[in-house]
Every structure is written in C-alpha cells, then in structure tokens.
C-alpha cells in the first residue's frame, strides 16, 4: 500500500504487469498500434532464464532506493522478505519468492531499469540540435545512428518492436549484453529470436500476431489469433467439465461450463481471429461433447433463456441444456476492438480515479464469470439462475447504493423472506452489497451502528433500507 503509489509515478508508460488496472489485453493493443501505426513489423523476442529465481538481491536494494524507496526501516524487511528460509532448501542468496505478496511489485523494479534504458535510447530521446524548423522529431532521429525501437513489457515478457532486420539484430544483443552486464540475468539463446512479422507469427501472452496485408494498397495490419499451446489448453479443460458433467448432471457443474466459456471468450475476444479459433476447437471437442452429453441432456437452440444468456449469446446457435440451465455455445464469440491503455488511469490521482469509475460497468461480464465459479451449497437451480440474470440485468450495481459491485461483495437478498412465503424467482431477489445485506437484516443496535459508518450512509438510503425491513416485519433504521 506504501511502496505501489511510489514506484507507480516511476514505471514506465509500456509495462502492463501487475499493475493497477493494466492488463494483457493493453499490452497487446499497444503492440498491434505499433504494427498498424508504426508500421514496425520485426519484433525481438527476449526470455530471461529463470527470471524470479534469479534476481540479485544487491542490485534489487540499489534500485528500491533510486526509485524512491528510501525508508531504512522499510528496506531493512524488504531485505529480511529476500532472504527468509525455505524450508528443506535453506536461505535463497538470489531471486524473489514466488507467490510471495511483493514479489510482483519487486520484479517490475528490477525491470523498469530496462523499459527506462530502451525508452532513452530511442522513445524518449532529445536530440541536442533545433529540428523544429526543418522536420519533426522522428524525421531528426532517424538522420542519426540510434537504434529506432519500442518496448512493451507485461512482467518478464516483453518484445522490441523494430523497423529492419538490421536494427532488431542491434537491439537483439544490446538488451542481452544490458541484462547480463547491469541486471546480472541470463537469456535463453532457444526461446530468444527476432521474428519477421509479415513472414511469421510471434506468440505473445497466449496470443499469435502476425502483420498480414489489407486492402488493394497492401497496407499491413496485427493479426491476431489464439496460440496454440493455448487451444490444447483450452481443449483440454473443456474436456475435463464436459465429463463432470456427463457424471453429475446439476446445475453447479454447468455453471462451471458457463464461467469456463465466458471467461476464455472474455479473454479472447481482442483477437481478430477468435470467431475461426474458437469454431476449430469446438470442432475438435464437439464429438466427445455430444457423446457424452446426449442422454444427459436436451440439444437443441435454446428458448426462455435467462437475462445473462441473453445477454451475452444469440439463440441461434444449438447448444444442450442441463438441469434447466442452457451451456454457453463456444461458437458464439466475435472480435472485439481492442483499445490502448489510458495513461491517466491510476487509483492514486482524483482523475485517475474518475476514468476507473467510468470503466466499471465495463466489467460485468468479468464479475459474472467470478459469480458463475463461486460455489453456494443448498441452493436450487432457480436461485442460482435467477441471481446471475439480476446481477446481470443490474449492469453489476446495487439496488439500494447504486454503486458498481464486485463479485465478492455481491448478495442477493429475498425481497419477501422465505420464512414470510418469498420465493426464488427472479422478481423476489435483490442484488446488494454484502453490508447493505446485513443491514436490511441485522436485529442488533451495535452491528447496525458498526456497518453504517464505512459505507456513508444518508438519510435517502436510510428510507430505502427502511422499505426492505418493513417487508420483513423488522423495525425501522433510526
């Protein structure tokens, strides 16, 4: 909480791992700017070998204290943190450890050294000569001898994007020699190469890319697919809920094929080609899904469907149902614009802040996703159906307060209790946050007086709350 707002003002512009509001599908959007835009079609490929096994720890406390860190008290535990006994192996002298709280954050430190460096030599360079009167910035560089060239960095993996192949060779053993010398890390010669992106395609965070011509000017553009180490995967895991399935039929399991679908669709989407990815897949899994699944199940296009089906997919496409909940179809996906990062968007400015406001309603397919994985024992098909359909028709907001909720601070509150006749159906539930929910039910004073100062509550959502109580023959908030 300390440290991230520091070294968050310091990282460089093009890093998008474990960052705040950063993601892959930024990283990836940048890259296919530089394509469309830059017209940079050869990319370095760097994999540094055993990267958070091998951070020196040394190098790692210098560059804590030249961003900024510099709370001896602060570094004396950062330094304990990179030294703590694994148990049956002994101290570690070198890495971070892996699954560790600031690992993350650690990890970025030592690399923005690179972003910064390969950022000056080209990017963010000044020439010490007056250019404005005879050409723009990029025309001035490129009458010098510099190395024109772009990183994008998500963690460990990053790519150089280059306008020649001579210029990418440069780069190529600058950034090998500038770990090895600066960094003290090693790269791995077989998984290190430049790639000719109108010949090839290079592979980047589960994504192909290649720059493919369009239109009668032969203008290249970022083609984007699924990798295929990503479609076994993805085969593979359809597979395996497809079985637990055909052994248990309920709603939980095939819920766990919505959230399953949903998820790869969300994450694939950016791909311009994920419509004929995901139809090959589905082609190559569908025999075993109908196998499987035909005397469990009814095949058919689907009819009454739920809000969050309608919501997401068309009708057109058969699909089976099972246990009165209708499986997401794999086929129904189509791209989707992929759109670069906002630099202003960060939770530790007031306008930063605003932009992420105006970007969470953008989310509910994500929180929907997380909904559908989540398991709740003793709760019916109904329920179960009818909470994701409210939360989705909601656009993710609570009913009382309005605001945008996560899936972990969802609730789903039984408008007319059980215990009163209420129901499961779907006009009888609520979407609210979770102390909202136990505010609408709390019979106890002092919980009461303990859950209304987090949430600022004022006297119009007092009424509100109010009318929710009433109907459940409790007394009035004061």
Known sequence: QILEPITEARFYNHSYGFRPMRSTHHALARVQYLINKGKLHYVVDIDIKGFFDNINHTKLMKQLWNIGIRDRKVLAIISKMLKAEIQREGTSTKGVPQGGILSPLLSNVVLNDLDQWIARQWEKFEPDFNYHNICNRNAALKRTNLKE?????????????CRDYQTAVKWFHAVRLYLKDRLKLEISEEKSQITNLRKRRSEFLGFTIKAERKGKNGRRVAQTGISEKKKKQIKQQAKTIIKAIQ????????????????????????????????????????????????????????????????????????????AKTWLYPM?????????????????????????????????????????????????????????????????????????????????????????????????????????????????????????????????KLIKKINQYRKVCNLEKLQ
Not at 429 to 451: A, E, F, G, P
Request: proline share 4%.
């Open 149 to 161: 060239g772009y990183i994008v960095r998500y963690a460990d993996d990053f790519k150089i994007l």
């Open 247 to 322: 052994k248990e039929p309920t709603t939980q399991n095939a819920l766990k094929w919505n959230g399953f679908i949903l998820g790869i669709h969300n994450y694939f989407k950016k791909a311009t080609l994920v419509n004929l990815d995901f139809n090959r897949i589905y082609y190559d899994i569908s025999r075993t899904m109908y196998n499987r699944l035909r005397q469990k199940a009814y095949y058919g296009k689907p009819i009454n469907t739920t809000y969050s089906f309608r919501k997401f997919y068309q009708s057109n496409h058969k699909t089976f149902r099972v």
């Open 331 to 459: 086929t129904d996906v189509q791209t989707r614009n992929n759109l670069c990062f906002k630099q202003d968007t960060t939770p530790y400015t007031p306008r930063g802040r605003m932009e992420i406001y105006k970007r969470l309603s953008k989310s509910v397919a994500i929180e929907i996703n997380k909904l559908m994985k989540s398991y709740i024992p003793d709760r019916n098909v109904e329920y179960l159906d009818n909470r994701i359909s409210r939360y989705s028709m909601k656009s993710g907001k609570c009913e009382v307060t309005g605001i945008f909720l996560p899936a972990e601070d969802v609730h789903c509150h039984h408008y007319r209790p059980r215990h009163l006749g209420g129901g499961d159906e779907f006009d009888n539930l609520r979407i609210v946050h979770r102390d909202i929910h136990r505010l609408i039910h709390s019979k106890n004073k002092q919980i009461i007086n303990n859950l209304t100062t987090p949430i600022q509550i004022d006297e």
